[in-house]
Structures are given as C-alpha cells and as structure tokens.
Antibody
Framework: QLQLQESGPGLVKPSETLSLTCTVS??????????WGWIRQPPGKGLEWIGS???????YYNPSLKSRVTISVDTSKNQFSLKLSSVTAADTAVYYC????????????WGQGTLVTVSS | DIQMTQSPSTLSASVGDRVTITCRAS??????LAWYQQKPGKAPKLLIY???SLESGVPSRFSGSGSGTEFTLTISSLQPDDFATYYC?????????FGQGTKVEIK
C-alpha cells in the first residue's frame, strides 16, 4: 500500500525558508506514471496547490507562489521536497504531499499533512 | 489563471436528501475536473476524476457530471458519513486550482 509521509520543522520564523520532505513508501517515485505534488491548507480555509514535480525533475508551480517555491526530487531516497522562501504568517498552513497520476491529473494518494506555523 | 467558483458555500441537508454542488470554471477545462471530500483533521479523499469517473471504492451514490465550464457533484441519498466539506479541482496546462469548498451540514 502506497504511503506518503511529510516531515520537517513545525515552526519557522518570518522571512526564513520553510523546508519539508515527503517520503514515499510502498511504491517508486521514479515511476513514469505519476507526478508528485504539494498542497497546503491554512487553518479553517480551503486547499491551495503549491506545485508538482516529475521524477525527471520537471517542475510546475502555482504562479502566485512561483517566485518563492522550489520543489526537488531525490529518487535514491524515494523522496521529494518543498522549499518556500521568505515566509510570513500567511504561509501558516497544513502542508500535504500527494501523488498525481499523469493521465488524470488528480491527487489520489495523500500524506496525513503537517502543520507549519510561521511565528517569531 | 483559471478560477474555480463553488456553490453553495454551505449546504444544510438531512439524511436521505439528494444533494447537488456546482463548480464553475472561469474558462473551459474540458473534463479536467475532480471532486474531493474532506473531513476535519484529515487529508482530502478523491471521489471523482475527469468530471464523471468514480474513484475505486467510492460509493455509487456519488456522481459527477459536466464539461467545459460547469460541473456538478451529486450525492443521490445523503448518508451520515457524507457530512463533510467538498472541493472541486481543475487541471489545465500542468497547473491546478481548487474551488473554495462546500460544507455539507446536518439540517
């Protein structure tokens, strides 16, 4: 059974860089059939797509976050990562990683999510 | 950027009711539309993809329809487990956008 698990600091200071890693188990991140993505949800609010990456390293970002986001993949560790720079309180959210089949462009498997709070 | 508008934002209904949620795209997205269900403290769960295809394991009381710019999610007979928030999501040119969500509450 495929599992995704987010990890990283739960507290980040304003202006610093948020860094999260998603570890994939039960399946290979190198499969040509899937993209891997990050989605976030501020407390009490809706979902926001951050970006996606293919195992080859091709990336696709939300235009509203593009200048601050970097998503990378480490196929040797079966992991992909998110970096969000210059964070503010508005970046406080539950961050989810997810798998997206290429042929249907949806998130069919999700991690449990991790809350990241931006505060000094 | 493509914007997604869901309606209503909140819906009060009783067990057994037929429920319909609408999602409108700011431009045509063909059938690249998905629906998710989310319960408090949990990750969203995929219900419908490509506008009308039911994800494996999802009860048949859930159905989706539409194409172009207007889409609907229908729950044919609302069950206690269905009280949750529902989101639509579009895909276009490698980017995604979610609707703002529809909370289905107990009447």
């Amino acid at each position: 059974q495929l599992q995704l698990q987010e990890s990283g600091p739960g507290l980040v200071k304003p202006s610093e860089t948020l860094s999260l890693t998603c570890t994939v188990s039960g399946g290979s991140i190198s499969s040509s059939s899937y993209y891997w993505g990050w989605i976030r949800q501020p407390p009490g609010k809706g979902l926001e797509w951050i970006g996606s990456i293919y195992y080859s390293g091709s990336t696709y970002y939300n235009p509203s976050l593009k200048s601050r986001v970097t998503i990378s993949v480490d196929t040797s560790k079966n992991q992909f990562s998110l970096k969000l720079s210059s964070v503010t309180a508005a970046d406080t959210a539950v961050y989810y990683c997810a798998r997206a089949p290429r042929n249907i462009a949806v998130a069919d498997y999700w991690g449990q999510g991790t809350l990241v709070t931006v505060s000094s | 950027d493509i914007q997604m508008t869901q309606s209503p934002s909140t819906l009060s209904a009783s067990v057994g009711d037929r429920v319909t949620i609408t999602c409108r795209a700011s431009q045509s997205i063909s059938s690249w539309l998905a629906w998710y269900q989310q319960k408090p403290g949990k990750a969203p769960k995929l219900l419908i993809y490509k506008a009308s295809s039911l994800e494996s394991g999802v009860p048949s009381r859930f159905s989706g329809s539409g194409s172009g710019t207007e889409f609907t999610l229908t729950i044919s007979s609302l069950q206690p487990d269905d009280f949750a928030t529902y989101y639509c999501q579009q895909y276009n040119s490698f980017t995604w956008t979610f609707g703002q969500g529809t909370k289905v509450e107990i009447k």
